[in-house]
Every structure is written in C-alpha cells, then in structure tokens.
C-alpha cells in the first residue's frame, strides 16, 4: 500500500487537524523524500518536493478536501449535500470545521515549493 494512502487516509476529514499533528506528518513524508532520492542534509525540503513533483502534506490534503467537497455536492445522499452547503465560522472563530482548511493559507513549506514551481515555470 502507498505511504501516501496510509498517511493521508480520510485527509478531507482529517485536513483540519492541529498544525503540530500535520507538521509531523510532513516531517515523516520529508524524511522519506530524502531517504528515496539519497539527498544530502543541505538539499532543502522544498528543492526535494519540487524535484519529485510531490504535493506538501498540507497541498495534498487542501487539494484531497476540495475534491471531497465538489464531489459530495453532487452526491444523491441529501445529507451529503448538506455538508457542502454549510458556511464556515469566521477565521478567529476558536471551532474548526473541514471546510475551512480550503479558506487557509498555505504553510511555509508549500508556499516555498509553490514559488519554486513559479520559477520553473517561468523560466521553461
């Protein structure tokens, strides 16, 4: 089974976890990059996922929840519908809800490989 699939199972629901707990999960997705490409200690976290076209933890769960929700706005279940249908709190509101995790801004990390993909695009 994918390590992907294990660490992101239920990720629409999941996407709105603690930072710490997600964090984590980017430390072990991080570690398994450079283990993979054999990477030295000084190649950056962002240079690696650039390189392997991989999504951060937080893109992938952002882009996971957002399908979720498109999809489940379709969906024949009424109560399904409803989810999608539903406004978030206002942001300093102390509740998270899944939905709020599309209304974000993205973390460090991703924000660094989302400029890199700039670049490259620019320059290609």
């Known amino acids: 089974m994918c390590i992907r699939t294990v660490m992101t199972y239920a990720s629409p629901v999941f996407a709105h976890a603690a930072p710490k707990a997600l964090h984590r999960l980017q430390v072990i997705q991080n570690k398994f990059c450079r283990v993979a490409t054999d990477a030295h200690w000084c190649v950056r976290n962002s240079i690696l996922h650039r390189d392997l076209e991989l999504p951060t ?30 406004q978030p709190p206002h942001p300093t509101h102390l509740i998270r809800r899944p939905r709020n995790v599309l209304t974000d801004p993205p973390d460090a990390l991703t924000a660094a490989v989302e400029s890199l993909n700039d670049v490259n695009d620019t320059h290609d």
């Open 57 to 86: 933890i937080s893109k992938y769960m952002k882009d996971a929840s957002k399908r979720f929700f498109d999809i489940a706005g379709s969906h024949p279940n009424a109560l399904l519908r409803a989810v999608v249908d539903y």
